[in-house]
């Protein structure tokens, strides 16, 4: 597969759509202090995808939280399009929360259980009304995006596999047709065949729409596969990025690397 | 969802007919009730079925007619408790970090307090009397409802559809009454049907005391109080107003019981019946074998979840067995573990590990001894209540009959022998004060400690990082080298498979579809359709370029266990699928050394070879 | 809810070693310092249960046919026309140096009325949790064994219907009940008064068996879950015999999950003992209260009520040590919810 020409940042001072600068995150006060991210910088240019690999606890949850403005830094700034979002309050904060949409890990938290599907597209499309019938189109058009059939507007989540539902997430999170999608871990939860259609679907998007996407994982062999450029973060700092695969510089890295089983061949004759 | 059950219908069906009642009662026995009939504390007659109280009035009739106050008070009070708890937990909820805590604190707090001590102080200030009662009573069940209010908005407001929400920018009070309020209103009703009959009791206890409803005017408290006093000379006026407030009370009940076991997750799974195998005819041959298992089937109820799976382990060797989830893998290895949960049961032609016949009953001390078990979240399967320590040693303990030192001397070394640092110290912690990866590898020493001959692990790297699972994979590399203990081992990780088992099994729908040495896995060797797609649909590390090459998916979905077809299980979703898979269940054919394959595809090309 | 910003996720895991104060500490410093809170709540609360009063507190006191000079009188003998701030500060004064007022009615001090009543309820509702406590327990784990894995059909349903229908039964009307049976009908046991050890028997039991039912309830719930967990499977991997699988295993677990839940209920059987008292002509703070309420003879309404709090939250406390003992995450968590 050729690789897209926008692969190459635009060049420019604010290159990226997305910027986290000098993001130091603390959870708790006082003794209880915990820092999670420490002096956090990534840029995910437009039209690309970066990657983030990190072990648990490692802080890569918490930054996605960040990007997204769900959680508040102490400092540093989180800018879309060279513009900061993260100090946003009040209408231009859910103004900005548009752009940038999360899709989170478990399938089973990630849908409201009480709402039919067609109106939890509804919502994303119109956050006020959420009415399904007015948007008929867009939901059907939605779920043909992710290869789900029209009639699932009128079904409950409990009714779809943990791919399905994934599926479905990502349907939501495009209907709101945001600048900038982050996703946490998106396949994790799932069996393996499952996630391969997940990933299919990211690589089929990411072409047709452009996508700008952090691609948030534990794991190395999915985060290759989808990203264009790859981070590695460890103890709440980035510590490595770029050619991580090819050329890794930073111990933690070549330990991660050293780390992952490797799979057996595909087939030979 | 609430699922309806008969006691919950039963209730509803009670407490409606006792609404009509209470509806009905005041029209069409109210001037009995009232009447004096001149005999006064009379005993039971045809006339009067409970008797006559003090002032000769029948009191079958009161009591019926007391129905309307002590519901309209049950209800206006439970109404006032819900109504205010509920604005209460949902004001805390909505207010900001530092006030939800100090609010949180206070309505644990109150909540901590006997509902009638705040009544008491809400009835003196108010002074005795029928609102007084209502009042106090709906105050003081509302913490109550804060409190369940506030916290169940906390834990659905974690949920990653509420941040979804806020993401996509729904206002708050839309958040509040479109996500929230829904998924939290199956608790709030059970707790409503709780509180119904918490305040009928309440209330009927003020009254009985005589703090509630004064005369002339009476509930059932009030009836019970007088009746208190006839105790001797007619019982009947006692039970008239016990039966109607204990009866209300358990109906109340069943309701809240239904509505909860609607709600339950907890809910007890139905199990199965016995399962009948017939006995193996002749003993499996098997050359050294030290696991032998024939003919495995695990079943809940009529279902086959594991569905007559055979394979060996021989000394020394480790086994991987691959599938994804509900292939029936680890229910394969508990079955062999002795470990099944109750719910379901196992049976096979032949269980064996070596000459202990593990399908025979009991032989705790040779089951606890030379099988060690690792399993797949550290942090569930120790006891959090009890030291590393203590649990450790007990197998020692119990089964080897050592003494209290000694077991915890050779639990020490076995800590060490994984590489856990102050072994001693750590004897003495509990669970929670373990890492994750040092959990687990205390649970390997566990597993270890008394020198079993196989090891079975149950996806001990899955809740693991990777650089965690490297080092816990090399620790098992090292027992086998070392002590020469057999393994079975169970994941979902091919790759992990393949890194550290000799033979490997590959599991599909209950079944085992494939069986190969890993030098013929790592040489691309794979035979069996599945097999080969499972190893296509898994993205790589080593040959993949920067994103987007497809990745082969299987369609379609593995069948429920109750679905499995006649013939191949993966018929549905396999490309290389012939009428006869759809009707004929493939028997595994040798494809080489210890590489066999359970596919009529595979079947063929091997007899065209052979020809 | 206008601020995005979410509750810290719960930080890694513990590290080891890392422990360098004692949790008991911190524990019990959180605790005392509740403690106070709940006795400065109690002491406000009380005070101003006069205050409360709907209309001029004096005039409702004094009574509907008092003349406007005895009002008055009434009014500066109580000190209601003085100040809130000097009212409070010598009503606070008065109770450190242990003085809960004079009762209106038969002008004892209500210390002297409060110490010898308080013995009493004390008794029956110590008694009363000891026995739910000691009944429970063993009754919900045996019946949660015996139907674990929806073995025991039969057994289930009788266990589910019997501790529905007497956990649904009030104390007094049980009392009642019992009195009935027990002392009117077949003579065993007084019916009334606190004068034989045997007098003891039938409050007792009316106070614990509800709550024995209810709790037996939980505490079966919650030994299904337990069994259910997988440190309970790493017990049967070791091929314990039963009695250490589950008293050893089982046992810690629930009664940590049970005291969470049923601890509520503990404290509420003060409530239940209160109204019981009626029933059997209990010399306790009950009956006392009872009469005091219907009499608006504020002082022993004020002095009980700060008493049965006090001892609500001491009972809490000795929840919290337990709950701590048996599993000292318990410790720093923050509260039982």
């Known amino acids: 597969m050729t690789l897209p020409a926008e692969k190459a940042p635009a060049a420019g001072p604010a290159a990226g759509k997305l910027v986290a600068e000098h993001v130091t995150v603390v959870f708790g006060h006082g003794r209880r202090a915990h820092t999670v991210l420490d002096d956090v910088g990534l840029t995910v240019p437009e039209g690309t995808t970066v990657g983030l690999v990190g072990e648990s606890g490692s802080g890569k949850s918490t930054l996605a939280k960040a990007m997204v403005g769900l959680v508040r830094p102490r400092s540093g700034r989180i800018l879309l399009d060279g513009a900061e979002v993260s100090g946003l309050r009040g209408a231009r904060l859910t103004a900005a929360r548009r752009r940038i949409q999360l899709i989170s890990q478990d399938p089973n938290s990630s849908l409201d259980p009480r709402m039919r599907i067609g109106r939890a597209l509804a919502e994303a499309i119109d956050p006020r009304r959420a009415d399904p019938r007015a948007h008929a189109d867009q939901i059907a058009a939605g779920l043909e995006m992710v290869a789900l059939e029209p009639d699932a507007a009128r079904r409950h989540p409990h009714e779809f596999s943990g791919g399905q539902r994934q ?103 | ?122 009835a003196a200030i108010l002074g005795a009397g029928t609102v007084a009662a209502v009042v106090a009573i709906g105050v003081a069940w509302s913490p109550a409802f804060a409190r369940l209010t506030a916290n169940l908005a906390a834990s659905v407001a974690g949920r990653d559809f509420v941040s979804a929400a806020r993401l996509l920018g729904v206002p708050p009070h839309r958040i509040l009454v479109r996500h929230l309020l829904p998924n939290i209103a199956e608790p709030l009703l059970v707790l409503l049907s709780v509180a119904f009959a918490g305040t009928l009791t309440a209330l009927s206890g003020l009254s009985f005391i005589g703090l509630g409803v004064q005369a002339p005017s009476y509930d059932w408290g009030a009836l019970l109080n007088t009746g208190l ?13 016990a039966v109607a407030i204990t009866l209300t009370g358990v109906l109340a009940g069943f309701v809240g019981d239904g509505l909860a076991a609607g709600a339950d997750p907890h809910r007890v799974g139905i199990p199965g019946r016995v399962k009948k195998v017939p006995l193996p005819a002749a003993p499996p041959e098997d050359d050294g074998a030290l696991l032998t298992v024939d003919g495995l089937c695990v079943s809940a109820g009529d279902v086959d979840l594991v569905d007559g799976v055979s394979f060996t382990v021989r000394p020394g060797e480790i086994v991987g067995v691959v599938g994804e989830s509900g292939s029936g893998k680890s229910l394969t290895a508990m079955a062999v573990a002795r470990l099944l949960p109750d719910t379901v049961t196992a049976d096979a032609r032949a269980l064996r590990l070596d000459d202990l016949d593990l399908l025979a009953g009991a032989a705790p001390d040779r089951l606890a001894t030379e099988i060690g078990v690792v399993y797949q979240d550290p942090a569930a399967s120790f006891n959090p209540a009890l030291r590393i320590g203590g649990q450790l040693t007990e197998v020692l303990r119990r089964h080897r009959g050592l003494g209290r030192r000694a077991a915890r001397e050779r639990a020490a070394e076995a800590l060490d022998a994984v590489r856990i640092t102050r072994p001693e110290a750590r004897l003495r912690q509990h669970p929670h004060e373990l890492s994750g990866g040092m959990r687990q590898r205390a649970m390997i020493a566990s597993a270890l400690l008394t020198g079993p001959r196989l090891l079975i692990a149950d996806e001990p790297t899955t809740a693991l990082d990777v650089t965690v699972q490297a080092e816990i994979l090399e620790l098992l590399r090292e027992a086998n080298r070392r002590d020469g203990t057999a393994m079975l081992f169970i994941s979902h990780d091919i790759g992990v498979i393949a890194s550290l088992c000799h033979r490997v099994l590959v599991m599909y729908a209950g079944r085992i579809v494939e069986e190969l040495p890993v030098a013929d896995l790592a040489a691309g060797r794979a035979r069996h359709p599945y097999t080969r797609a499972l190893l296509d649909a898994t993205p790589r590390l080593d040959t993949d370029g920067d994103g987007g090459a497809e990745l082969t998916t299987i369609p379609g979905r593995p069948p429920a266990p109750a679905d499995r077809p006649a013939g191949c299980a993966f018929a549905s979703r396999c490309a290389l699928v012939m009428p006869r898979c759809t009707e004929e269940r493939p028997a595994a054919v040798a494809v080489g050394t210890d590489h066999r394959a359970a596919c009529h595809a595979v079947a063929l090309t091997v007899e065209e070879t052979a020809s | 809810m206008t601020a995005a910003v979410q509750e810290a996720p719960a930080p890694g895991p513990v590290k080891a070693g890392g422990r360098v104060r004692n949790p008991w500490i911190g524990f019990l410093l959180r605790r005392l310092a509740g403690l106070a809170g709940v006795l400065v709540a109690l002491v406000a609360v009380t005070f101003l249960m006069v205050q409360l009063i709907p209309g001029d507190p004096a005039r409702a006191l004094a009574g509907t046919d008092a003349t406007g000079a005895q009002v008055a009188r009434f009014r ?262």
């Open chain 2, 1 to 122: 969802m609430i699922r309806s059950s008969r006691g919950l219908a039963a209730g509803l069906a009670g407490l409606g007919l006792i609404a009509v009642l209470a509806v009905a009662a005041p029209l069409v026995w109210g001037g009995d009730a009232a009447h004096l009939s001149g005999a006064a504390r009379e005993g039971v007659s045809g006339e009067h079925w409970l008797g006559t109280d003090a002032l000769g009035r029948d009191v079958l009739a009161r009591t019926l007619v007391a129905t309307r106050l002590t519901l309209v008070m049950t209800v206006i009070a439970t109404a006032i408790a819900g109504t205010i708890g509920v604005l209460l937990g949902t004001a805390v909820w909505v207010a900001g970090p530092r006030v939800r805590e100090i609010g949180l604190r206070l309505i644990d707090v109150m909540v901590s307090y006997p509902a009638i001590i705040l009544a008491l102080a809400v």
């Open chain 2, 229 to 241: 006093d006839a105790l001797y000379t007619n019982p009947a006026e006692a039970l008239g107003p």
């Open chain 3, 76 to 337: 500066h003998e109580l000190g209601l026309d003085r100040p809130l701030p000097a009212q409070f500060g010598s009503y606070v004064s008065g109770l450190l140096h242990g003085d809960l007022g004079t009762s209106f009615q038969t002008r004892e001090p209500v210390a002297d009325v409060i110490a010898g009543r308080l013995p009493f309820t004390a008794e029956l509702a110590l008694l009363a949790i000891l026995l739910v406590l000691a009944v429970a327990v063993p009754l919900g784990m045996a019946v949660a064994v015996a139907t674990r894995g929806g073995r025991r059909r039969r057994l289930d349903a009788a266990f589910t219907f019997a501790t529905g229908l007497l956990g649904a039964t009030p104390e007094y009307v049980l009392g009642t009940l019992l009195v009935l049976v027990f002392a009117i009908t077949l003579r065993l046991l007084p019916a009334a008064g606190a004068s034989s050890l045997s007098a003891l028997v039938l409050p007792v039991v009316a106070v614990a068996l509800p709550s024995t039912c209810v709790l037996a309830r939980i505490v079966r719930r919650e030994t299904a879950v337990v069994l259910n967990q997988d440190y309970m499977r790493t017990a049967r991997g070791r091929r314990l015999p039963p009695l250490a699988l589950y008293a050893r295993h089982a046992l810690p677990n629930l009664l940590t999950s049970t005291l969470t839940m049923g601890g509520l209920m503990l404290t509420a059987m003060l409530g239940g003992t209160i109204i019981v008292e009626s029933v059997f002509a209990w010399p306790g703070l009950g009956g006392r209260v009872v009469q005091a309420i219907t009499n608006r003879d504020y002082p022993v309404i004020q002095g009980t009520v700060l008493v049965l709090g006090i001892l609500a939250a001491l009972l809490n406390l000795l929840i919290d040590v337990l709950l701590g003992l048996l599993d000292p995450r318990t410790l720093t968590a923050r509260s039982r919810s």
């Open chain 1, 167 to 269: 599926r479905i997430a990502i349907a939501r999170a495009l209907v709101a047709r945001p600048e900038v999608v982050v996703a946490d871990e998106i396949t994790s939860a799932l069996d393996c065949s499952v996630q391969a259609e997940v990933l299919n679907l990211l690589a089929r998007l990411r072409a047709e729409l452009r996508l700008t996407m952090l691609f948030i994982s534990h794991d190395l062999a999915v985060v290759r596969h989808v990203s264009d450029s790859v981070a590695v973060m460890h103890r709440g700092a980035i510590v490595e990025r770029g050619d991580i695969y090819a050329a890794p510089s930073h111990p933690y890295t070549r330990r991660l690397l050293a780390s992952a089983p490797s799979l057996p061949p595909k087939e030979t004759r």
